[in-house]
């Protein structure tokens, strides 16, 4: 089976965002509206269907959620041999590399275990934290995507984002799957993947799984609240496209995907009746 170039779990809010506006170290996600009024907490409203799994990585105590939810947190890390990102997701800095002690978003073991590709315009050597070795590119998508799938092995490319990344890599059509989350919230500006995933229909096959996403957390200005946040159940989407350029037809290589994504469906708790 050929090299697949992979975005996974990946994650939006319902109008399209990746991002808010004004990322730094503070808000590595930048900062959304939410309608009503109230701040979107990022990237804790985006991601909460996977902070809430039993295999979140970062998880300090047992329990968590099963089922379909945590399939995607599990299958984050199967058969990937390289990560290609884009500098907005490896760090806040803008122009030349000033302060080489920041070594990303991860501190000491980043979760990759793989070698990274990050791509920026300005020269920065390339170093090792645990059993990650970050490497800095100027180049075009494709030549990154080589040099990742040298280093990969003969296994999958991860396309880790941002959203700019993401969508350089879709106008050189060298994605072949996109998995991405979609959480119940709107975020209203900052980077935008897409207006709909409809926009790809032309190029990908595309399924839309809901998935119950466990406790995501909304701004309350009053009532009993006080203005604290308030817990609300709600129901998030799993988006899934695969390529029609490959040669993609039913027998294309990433049906596995979908009987274990079926699988994980039937094994999974009754999604919540409330809509997103």
């Not at 968590?64 to 760090?91: P, Q, V």
């Not at 350089?168 to 979609?182: C, R, S």
């Amino acid at each position: 089976m050929s090299q697949l170039v992979r975005v996974q779990n990946f994650c939006v809010s319902m109008d399209g965002f990746g991002a808010g506006v004004g990322q730094s170290l503070e808000a590595p996600f930048g900062r959304g509206d939410r309608r009503g009024g109230g701040m979107v907490s990022l990237p804790i409203d985006l991601a909460s269907w996977a902070f809430a799994t039993a295999s979140w990585p970062n998880r300090t105590e047992p329990g968590g959620s099963r089922g379909l939810d945590d399939y995607f947190t599990r299958d984050f890390t199967r058969n990937i041999g390289a990560e290609i990102m884009g500098r907005n997701k490896f760090g806040p800095q803008r122009g030349p590399w000033e302060n080489l002690d920041w070594k990303g978003w991860w501190g000491d073991t980043p979760p990759f275990h793989t070698p990274v590709f990050v791509l920026t315009h300005h020269h920065r050597p390339s170093f090792t934290l645990d059993d990650t070795m970050f490497h800095f590119l100027d180049a075009t998508p494709a030549e990154a995507l080589r040099q990742a799938k040298d280093a990969a092995e003969g296994k999958d490319v991860r396309l880790g984002g941002g959203v700019a990344t993401v969508r350089q890599f879709l106008e050189a059509d060298l994605i072949d799957t996109i998995h991405v989350a979609v959480a119940p919230i709107e975020i209203g500006r900052g980077e935008r993947l897409w207006t709909s995933q409809e926009d790809l229909l032309d190029r990908f096959h595309l399924e839309s799984v809901p998935s119950p996403s466990g406790v995501t957390t909304s701004s309350s200005g009053g009532g009993n609240h006080g203005g604290r946040r308030a817990p609300v159940r709600c129901q998030s989407e799993m988006i899934l496209l695969w390529s029609l350029a490959k040669g993609a037809s039913s027998s294309h290589p990433t049906d596995s995907r979908s009987d274990r994504v079926r699988s994980a469906r039937a094994s999974r708790t009754p999604p919540s009746k409330q809509q997103a």
